[in-house]
């Protein structure tokens, strides 16, 4: 148990268009949900927090109206990027904190999102 | 001083080697202490899970906390290639209310067959 899934895996865009991830969890309920960036060998940089139903909470220097950020119900949260330029390029990971099978309470990572924008 | 400190690497080892890797951290506040496993281009996966000081066995893994000198190690026994990955401490200290973590950077293993 806990699995969390994202879509798309990989994602090409035009310089300002605006892409939209979504996260899943398909096993559990999350009311909280994270979106993380994480660039080539770097860790992972958290961008905001999701409580379902709440107004996600941004990190400092992350813009709120640029990552907009959805959490609609118990088991799904989106990101959209507006207006991606070159530099949004990076790799997109959600998490979402839950109940594993085992009981194990924490965050349960999905595979990631590779952006590309050209 | 960052919450948590974990030594980059990298780290390259032979097959079958046993593999130690560590975090130390300063807020006292932790009492949730997880590993993760990162392959590359890979979301992180949740390794081990451990909330008291001692030792907690999963068939190679080892996870090993000591809260008094605010430090936890993750031991691999017989290390496989498969095992090449960015392993990651995180610590959280509300019980699961929030869930909110605290990396370490991560430490890049590479175990060579």
């Known amino acids: 148990g806990a699995v969390v899934s994202q879509h798309p895996s990989w994602v090409i865009c035009k310089s300002g268009t605006s892409v939209k991830i979504e996260c899943r969890s398909l096993d559990f309920q999350a009311t909280t949900m994270f979106w993380y960036r994480q660039f080539p060998k770097q860790s992972l940089m958290l961008m905001a927090t999701?409580?379902?139903?709440?107004?996600?909470?941004?990190e400092q220097g992350v813009e709120k109206d640029k990552f907009l950020i959805n959490h609609a119900s118990l088991t799904l949260s989106t990101l959209t990027v507006t207006s991606a330029h070159p530099e949004d390029s990076s790799f997109y990971i959600c998490s979402a904190g839950g109940i594993s099978g085992k009981g194990t309470d924490t965050q349960y990572f999905g595979p990631g999102t590779r952006l590309t924008v050209l | 001083q960052k919450e948590v400190e974990q030594d980059p690497g990298p780290l390259s080892v032979p097959e079958g080697a046993i593999v130690s890797l560590n975090c130390t951290y300063s807020n006292s506040a932790f009492q949730y202490f997880m590993w993760y496993r990162q392959y590359s281009r890979k979301g992180p996966e949740l390794l081990m899970y451990t909330y008291s000081s001692g030792n907690k066995e999963d068939g190679r893994f080892t996870a090993q906390v000591d809260k008094s000198s605010k430090y936890i190690s993750l031991f691999i026994r017989d290390s496989q290639p498969s095992d090449s990955a960015t392993y990651l401490c995180?610590?959280?200290?509300?019980?699961?209310?929030?869930?909110?973590?605290?990396f370490g950077k991560g430490t890049l293993l590479t175990v060579n067959p």
């Open positions: 995180a610590m959280e200290g509300s019980g699961g209310s929030n869930y909110k973590l605290t």
């Open positions: 999701s409580n379902e139903g709440s107004k996600a909470t941004y």
